[in-house]
């Protein structure tokens, strides 16, 4: 199955919507359809927060490297001091 046969289905409008309902309703019944409809929920939001942290994890990752490296200034040479004894 290739990506343009799946676009080729379109948006799912109001008919199709009911249709699904409908179809979930005679599958899990009456009584079962809360439990389903809060799972369902619990579900869509993990994914958001899933989503959210990815999409923020790409965005750090994305500043680190556009963020200009600065070059480490070398440290300053000193020589050794001689101990001088008084004369």
């Known amino acids: 199955m290739n990506p343009t046969s799946i676009l080729a289905l379109g948006p799912l409008g ?22 389903f409809a809060r799972s369902l929920g619990k579900s869509m939001n993990e994914f958001k927060k899933a989503r959210t942290e990815f999409e ?10 556009e963020r200009p ?17 008084d004369s």
């Open 56 to 65: 923020q994890e790409l965005q750090n990752a994305q500043e680190e490297v």
């Open 14 to 35: 109001t008919p199709e919507m009911i249709i699904i309902a409908i179809i979930i309703l005679v599958l899990f019944g009456a009584k079962k359809l809360p439990t």
């Open 69 to 85: 490296k600065i070059p480490a200034q070398p440290a300053e040479k000193r020589q050794p001091v001689a101990n001088v004894e």
